[in-house]
């Protein structure tokens, strides 16, 4: 079954770190660039960063380009996001996603950024 | 970084009324624009790529036109499925790629 999954969302203090999980089903995972965005409470979609297959290339909005990184293992067929000194805007579901553009989505996790 | 501008942010329809969604780009994306739709609580699902081209299994009612910096999305015959949020997507090129802020098309 071709699926994204999203894992270690939750509750952090701010200032906290988080490293958010990706595992993948079903497809040839290192054919695809893979993207993470996000979705705060009642807003839009942000694009954050994506990475290409054989992770030479990565970007990132210039929101979050000092405090997040993305990475892939291959091998585990899984992405990574890592996020650090975590504000509270940064509350959001967050959704990995398969493809430029993303024709295949996770279900999303919940960060919640709050004291 | 290129900006992407949808309007209406909000617009009220009918059943069976035709509907149209326009996005700008700040610069020119060439046809690297693609139309997602949301519903509460569930992840964006891709409707069309390169400005005009629907993906699979997407009702032939929905419609992607434009080039450059100019687009539009169109859905001949609103059904009652289609009430739902729209946002555009710029993939032009590296490095970032933007979401227009969204269309939320409402039950008049």
């Known amino acids: 079954q071709v699926q994204l999954v999203e894992s270690g969302g939750g509750l952090v203090k701010p200032g906290g770190s988080l490293r958010l999980s990706c595992a993948t089903s079903?497809?040839?995972?290192?054919?695809?660039?893979l993207s993470w965005v996000r979705q705060a409470p009642g807003k839009g979609l942000e694009w954050l960063t994506y990475?290409?297959?054989?992770?030479?290339?990565?970007y990132y909005a210039d929101s979050v380009k000092v405090r997040f990184t993305i990475s892939r293992d291959n091998a585990k067929n899984s992405l990574y996001l890592q996020i650090t000194s975590l504000r509270v805007d940064d509350t959001a579901v967050y959704y990995c996603?398969?493809?430029?553009?993303?024709?295949?989505w996770g279900q999303g996790t919940l960060v919640t950024v709050s004291s | 970084d290129i900006q992407m501008t949808q309007s209406p942010s909000t617009l009220s329809a009918s059943v069976g009324d035709r509907v149209t969604i326009t996005c700008r780009a700040s610069?020119?994306?060439?046809?690297?624009l693609a139309w997602y739709q949301q519903k509460p609580g569930k992840a964006p699902k891709l409707l069309i790529s390169?400005?005009?081209t629907l993906e699979t299994g997407v009702p032939s009612r929905f419609t992607g036109s434009g080039s450059g910096t100019e687009f539009t999305l169109t859905i001949s015959g609103l059904q009652p499925d289609d009430f739902a949020t729209y946002y555009c997507?710029?993939?032009?090129?590296?490095?970032?790629?933007?979401f227009g802020q969204g269309t939320k098309v409402e039950i008049k």
């Open positions: 997507q710029q993939y032009n090129s590296h490095p970032t790629w933007t």
């Open positions: 079903g497809f040839s995972f290192s054919d695809y660039y």
């Open positions: 990475i290409s297959g054989d992770s030479f290339t990565k």
């Open positions: 390169k400005a005009t």
């Open positions: 996603a398969r493809g430029r553009p993303a024709a295949l």
């Open positions: 610069q020119s994306i060439s046809i690297w």
